[in-house]
């Protein structure tokens, strides 16, 4: 009964490779983000949808694309990966706005070697 | 720019004190704030929120106080135990944005 559930936990690659993330939400939330968390443990928002719609899409390089295809899902796909994108990756749903609690997954940790 | 800050990145406390930990905002125009419990592994959980009609809410062993003179937000926990052992975030939001304003983040560490 996960609420927010994101595959996988893990992901080592090489550089150059793609490579995607799933995250899927059972709460019926209207928003979904994905947060990137840096080995000092600051928390910085990529990206947000509200019912399949993008409504924020911060300076990240556009080798990061989001997809959304319906209001339970939104996965991440990374294209030429790069020793800089290692990083935990989280995903997270909301009710509405940003004046309703985030409910995240677990992450997911990528290494690019 | 305007941001969320925290003024301790480490606190040590022995198990069964009270544990405060502190956030600074700047932006006064935010109206929502709220408190996150990040344990290793794990993605960060909700905690407690406060919207700027209000100077504290109480929870379950937690509350949280704001200041809005000083532009000061605190997570106090009662009789801390082992598991309350994780990093804490606080964020800011104004006017429903989709896009919290994060701080770095205080490391609680219980101490025996």
């Known amino acids: 009964d996960t609420a927010v559930s994101q595959t996988p936990k893990y992901l080592v690659t090489q550089m150059g490779n793609d490579k995607s993330i799933k995250c899927e939400q059972n709460l019926g939330h209207d928003t979904m983000y994905w947060y990137k968390q840096d080995s000092k443990k600051f928390l910085k928002i990529m990206f947000s949808?509200?019912?399949?719609?993008?409504?924020i899409n911060e300076t990240v390089p556009n080798r990061f694309s989001p997809k959304s295809p319906d209001k339970a899902h939104l996965n991440l796909h990374i294209n030429s990966l790069e020793l800089g994108d290692s990083a935990v990756y989280f995903c997270?749903?909301?009710?509405?706005?940003?004046?309703?609690?985030?409910?995240f997954g677990n992450g997911t940790r990528l290494t690019v070697t | 720019g305007e941001s969320v800050g925290l003024h301790l990145p480490t606190l040590s406390v022995q198990e069964g004190d009270n544990s405060i930990i502190n956030c600074a905002y700047s932006n006064s125009a935010s109206d929502y704030f709220i408190w996150y419990k990040q344990e290793s592994g794990k993605g960060p959980q909700f905690i407690i929120d406060?919207?700027?009609n209000m100077d504290k809410r109480q929870g379950q062993r937690v509350t949280v106080l704001l200041n809005k003179t000083v532009k000061h937000l605190s997570l106090q926990i009662a009789a801390t135990q082992p598991g309350d052992s994780a990093v804490y975030f606080c964020?800011?939001?104004?006017?429903?944005?989709?896009?919290?304003?994060w701080g770095a983040g205080t490391k609680l560490i219980i101490k025996p």
């Open positions: 997270a749903s909301s009710q509405r706005d940003g004046n309703s609690p985030l409910h």
């Open positions: 949808y509200n019912n399949k719609e993008l409504i």
């Open positions: 964020a800011e939001n104004m006017d429903s944005n989709y896009q919290l304003i």
């Open positions: 406060i919207r700027s």
